[in-house]
């Protein structure tokens, strides 16, 4: 790692500024899980460091939330993973965040990992990680095509094949969150128009600019008897990168699911919302073969790699078990 | 000295024990057997060093920092394969804090793994070492390369080597392993293991069950990556601290390297994180490493420590070797094996040493026809070398499941093929009791259940076998044992603690003779000049250590014998020992008095280790050694819908001769299930196929098991046999106790799901694989 000068500003304002004067060559430091990963790596080396953990009282207040706000929650991009794993607040509606929170990392990454840093972070992808090689990232070609990709995109991919890292970013797909970007031109948008999609912009996964801060996520208030869900399938069992999550929200009133939201993770290079899956539970009483369907619904268009058509199988064997969890139907034996 | 003498040992297992004869050299202690009863040896005790590890109080090689050291950081070849037109290392030489540079190619030379040493630096600080490296410029002209095992078989595949290959063994490797009977491009074929006539066997089959099955490259993964510190004291002098399992393989490399005398070279290993095969001589088996920190060092008048980094430990420090096996195997109607033939293919990197031991050749025995054939296959990367048990792990994975397939096609049961053809009596009685504690019978039922009613979570049994020898060295230790005048004892040997608990059964060998407290007993070892003694490697070091270290604190009693006997005003013979004080008639003296009376400051003696005198009751391979027996089960739980395996239970059954310290052993049999659980379900080196270079050079996602991913339960139970090998009984423990865990679990899978993953590891993809689960490429 290359030697760099910290700041530590009081104001967003001031932040902001910091980071916005030579964009290229400065970032913004909340947990710094991912950041100082890039930095050992020699993937990156920011001459400044922008903290965002030092902000006086009123700038923090918004960033460290995490509670009531209006009808709906609020969750401030400080608020570490572990905070969300432990929030009581949530209840069934919510339960999909703080399942997700839990399953993320380490018990020692949750407690430095906050909430903006998890939905910011670049890719895993080995080929993006690999100091020795240039991928589409920073060249001309996904190096995931002709190379090892059973860890890649099966949904949504090319011409890069990433899958989205962010575990937060499923579950609040599934729960509608909007996110609050303050900066140049504040403004609070739908989950889904924070990522870049590769066909977009292959280079980046967000779309934020230099000098916008992602301060909060919200949740709207929740539906009539609404609970939700997350699952992750890994390799291995202790901190490990998903090959696919699920996130399900519903509302079941009188044996009916309604207003039912299906996310994907690590299968595309955004986090996937499925509506076909959607489309085929909305307004349905809940069942096992339903649920198959809607699983197979989720995968119908995926267009696998050499290696990765296992996802396919694997992630429907997850969404049906999270259906079958979130809407209280009992997984067969 | 008396002469040599005939004593009878009473030896054997469980019920199953008998007196034999054995001679034994001059001024050997007659060995513990099952007539003997110990006090401290055998019994639980915790490891003494342990409050100095948990309290960050003990020093290992990354700890050491000699006053004025610098970093040493070396630049390494990113192409598989490249010749050097040019390399330029001045620039570096003028970059803030740098006091040496090397160049370790030069133009001409052909870089054959992405990882190879090109240069190196010694600079103040870590960062500047790091960046005194990019100013280091170096042309390549790239030629074609093969990373890929069965792409390295082809005809027409780049070469890896232009030449004839020479070995490099190591302490780590198994006795008798090796050798070569030709070479044709990328592959070099070993000598094989060859009984009655295979081919004949197998026509004469009446059932018969033929794959392949493959395995991965595992790498070491120490906690404690390769590292040394040098410091040279004059210029034909030169202290080394080393993160070793040979002490004397880093002393006698270093001094072979820069033209010393090994005595005037002074290593120290007080302690080590781990090596599992991959840490002996002064060097990684892919990087000059003693010769860069002694080089740089030498250069820059100044201590140099060398320490590599997760990503160096994985492409240059030896891995285990990948395996392709195509097994075939054939039985009579009636379940009566007729042959067994493997056929492997492994590759080890540039390196050899890519066999699959002795597991389909040694335990099976009452098949009357075997072949075993071992090819090593040169790849463009980093090279293998001995990793615990080097061979068996992946020779083990593929036997016992196409037994269990087999089996299956017989419908026998896998546990009752086994014992029909294994002669070995102690792994018998292992299978036996095995077979009870784990549930094996009602287990299987339950596995048969699941499956027939194709549940989604299946469960499933399985069971597999070790074979190991006794390889404890003769003649190889001097141990040192002191008692001083203020009645303190010391036992000195210039040996290492690998991690597996040597210095507290160093300290209870010494209590039991001299019958004083554990704690009374300061150890000292990790350090050449504390006598010579062995590498930490096949298996040997309590086998070959404490039988060395007996004969000296024997040798210090009779002295103290002698001294009491004259205090106490009679002949030393009439002198009894109890509690620590010496007897005679009526007469007693306490052990603080007696050692005030030594003359001079202490009572000395040294001891050794003859060569090993007791095989009792099996020979390994037709050796000299005794063949060591163990047997794992395993239960597995399987989520077909998602192709996760998790492991629920492990019972390893193991014998290592007389255990010195149960908790000690204990763990060390925890370690190998932990290891080849690991190996079993995700450990894995990913190589790119089209770029040549590693891609997951990292604890990230190069997976090594977690808290989540061990087996629920470890049920370590000892079957103890007094072998007469020695005078303590002791033999090994640490290979053997991982062989079978990885080909118990694969059995066990092949149980839940009625279908074999012969692919290890057992990743989900694998498993919705074999369920038929997965679509083409292309398809919905």
């Known amino acids: 790692m290359q030697p760099f000068v910290l700041s530590r500003p009081k104001t967003l304002a001031e932040a902001a500024e910091l980071a916005s004067a030579r964009p290229q060559d400065s970032a913004l430091r909340a947990g710094g899980i991912d950041l100082i990963d890039r930095m050992k790596e020699g993937l990156e080396a920011p001459a400044r460091l922008v903290e965002l953990r030092w902000l006086g009282e009123a700038d923090r207040e918004v960033m460290r939330a995490l509670g009531p706000e209006g009808d709906g929650v609020q969750v401030g991009a400080l608020v570490t993973l572990a905070q969300l794993a432990a929030h009581e607040g949530f209840g069934e509606a919510h339960a999909a965040l703080r399942e997700a929170a839990g399953s993320a990392a380490t018990p020692t990454i949750r407690n430095a990992a906050t909430l903006g840093g998890n939905l910011l972070q670049r890719p895993r992808c080995w080929y993006f990680r690999h100091a020795d090689l240039v991928c589409l990232k920073g060249g001309s070609a996904c190096l995931a095509v002709s190379g090892e990709n059973k860890f890649h995109a099966i949904l949504g991919g090319g011409p890069s094949f990433i899958v989205h890292p962010s575990t937060l970013a499923c579950a609040l797909t599934a729960l509608d969150a909007r996110v609050e970007i303050r900066g140049a031109s504040p403004r609070t948008l739908p989950l889904a128009e924070l990522f870049v999609t590769p066909k977009q912009d292959a280079k980046r996964e967000h779309a934020l600019q230099p000098g916008e801060v992602l301060v909060r996520a919200i949740l709207p208030k929740p539906g009539p008897e609404q609970r939700s869900g997350y699952a992750a399938v890994k390799e291995k069992q202790s901190h490990d990168w998903p090959l696919a999550e699920a996130a399900v929200k519903m509302s079941l009133q009188s044996g009916v699911m309604t207003d039912v939201r299906v996310a994907l993770g690590h299968v595309a290079p955004i986090p996937w919302r499925s509506r076909e899956a959607e489309a085929v539970l909305e307004g349905k009483p809940p069942s096992e073969a339903l649920f198959a369907a809607a699983a197979k619904a989720a995968l119908a268009e995926a267009k696998p790699l050499r290696d990765n058509a296992y996802k396919i199988p694997l992630a429907q064997g997850l969404l049906r078990e999270v259906l079958h969890r979130v809407a209280g139907v009992p997984l067969p034996e | ?780």
């Open chain 2, 1 to 780: 000295m008396p002469d040599d003498q005939r004593v009878t040992l009473k030896v054997g297992f469980a019920e199953q024990l008998r007196d034999i004869e054995v001679q034994l050299p001059a001024g050997e202690p007659k060995p513990w057997d099952a007539r003997s009863e110990l006090k401290v040896v055998g019994k639980p005790h915790p490891r003494v060093e342990a409050p100095l590890k948990v309290s960050g109080a003990a020093k290992y090689t990354h700890d050491i920092v000699p006053p004025n050291a610098l970093w040493a950081a070396v630049l390494r070849s990113p192409h598989p394969c490249a010749v050097v037109e040019s390399i330029d290392v001045a620039p570096a030489q003028s970059q803030p804090g740098v006091s040496a540079v090397l160049a370790l190619v030069k133009p001409g030379e052909r870089v054959i793994f992405a990882g190879q040493d090109i240069a190196a630096v010694a600079a103040k600080t870590p960062e500047q070492a790091e960046a005194a490296l990019r100013a280091i410029a170096v042309g390549y002209k790239t030629e074609p390369f093969v990373v890929d095992t069965a792409a390295a078989m082809q005809d027409g595949a780049p070469l890896v080597h232009r030449g004839k290959v020479t070995e490099r063994s190591t302490e780590g490797d198994e006795p008798g392993a090796g050798g070569s009977a030709g070479q044709r491009g990328n592959v070099r074929t070993s000598p094989s293991m060859k009984k009655g006539d295979a081919k004949k066997g197998l026509r004469m089959a009446k059932v018969s069950h033929e794959a392949t099955y493959t395995t991965q490259v595992h790498t070491h993964s120490a906690l404690e990556t390769h590292s040394i510190v040098v410091q040279w004291d004059g210029p034909k002098q030169a202290t080394v601290w080393c993160s070793t399992q040979g002490i004397f393989s880093v002393r006698d490399e270093f001094a072979e390297v820069f033209e010393l005398k090994p005595a005037d070279v002074h290593v120290h290993t007080d302690f080590l994180g781990g090596g599992f095969g991959a840490k002996f001589g002064a060097s990684a088996p892919g990087s000059r490493m003693g010769f860069i920190a002694g080089e740089l060092a030498r250069k820059a008048g100044a201590p140099v420590r060398l320490l590599l980094d997760r990503k160096e430990e994985h492409l240059c420090t030896g891995n285990r070797p990948d395996s392709r096996q195509h097994v075939k195997i054939g039985a009579s109607a009636d379940g009566k094996l007729t042959a067994i033939h493997v056929v492997a293919h492994g590759s080890a990197g540039i390196g050899t040493g890519a066999g699959v031991g002795r597991n389909a050749f040694g335990i099976y025995s009452r098949c009357p026809n075997v072949l075993v054939e071992s090819h090593d296959v040169f790849t463009h990367a980093g090279p293998g070398t001995a990793m615990r048990a080097p061979g068996h792990p992946q020779g083990a994975f593929a036997l016992e499941l196409a037994i269990d397939e087999l089996a299956k096609k017989l419908k026998i049961d896998p546990l009752d093929l086994r014992l029909s053809h294994d002669e070995h009596p102690v792994r018998r009685h292992q299978f036996e009791l095995g077979r009870k504690q784990f549930g094996w019978d009602a287990g299987r039922k339950q596995a048969a259940a699941l499956r027939d009613k194709q549940a989604r979570v299946r469960r499933g049994f399985g069971v597999a076998a070790s074979i190991w020898g006794d390889f404890g060295r003769g003649k190889a230790v001097v141990a040192t044992v002191s008692v001083l005048r203020d009645g303190s004892v010391e036992v000195k040997n210039g040996l290492q603690d690998i991690g597996g608990g040597i210095t507290t059964v160093v300290a209870q060998v010494v209590a039991e003779v001299l019958q004083r407290p554990v704690e009374a007993v300061r150890v000292r070892l990790g350090d050449s000049e504390l006598g010579p003694s062995v590498g930490s490697g096949g298996s040997v070091t309590t086998a070959s250590v404490t039988p060395a270290v007996r004969a000296a604190a024997e040798g210090v009693k009779t002295q103290l014998t002698a001294l009491a006997a004259k205090q106490l005003g009679r002949k030393p013979e009439e002198v009894t020992w109890s509690e620590g004080q010496a007897r005679a008639g009526s007469k007693s003296i306490a052990w603080a008095e007696l050692c005030k009376k030594i003359e001079g400051e202490a009572v000395v003696a040294t001891g050794t280790r003859p060569e090993t005198y007791g095989a009792y009751p099996v020979k390994f391979m037709g050796g000299n050694s005794y063949q060591i027996a163990g047997v794992q089960f395993a239960e597995v739980r399987v989520d077909t819908w998602t192709g996760v395996v998790g492991v629920e239970r492990v019972l390893a059954v193991h014998d290592c001769g007389k255990v010195m310290n149960p908790l000690t052993a204990r763990s060390q049999v925890q370690g190998g299930v932990i290891l080849g659980t690991s190996y079993a379900l995700t450990e894995q080196r990913v190589m790119d196929r089209v770029r040549g270079v590693m891609l997951n050079p990292n604890l990230e996602t190069y997976k090594i098991a977690g808290a989540r991913d061990v087996p629920r339960e470890i049920d370590v139970v000892f079957t103890p046999v007094d072998t007469g090998a020695n005078n303590t009984g002791a033999i090994g423990i640490g290979e053997p106790s991982t062989i079978p865990t990885a080909a118990a679990i694969a059995c066990a899978v092949h149980d839940a799901l009625g279908v074999a993953v012969r692919d290890l590891p057992l990743t989900p993809d694998r498993v919705l694989a074999a369920l038929g689960a997965v679509p083409t490429r292309g398809g919905g």
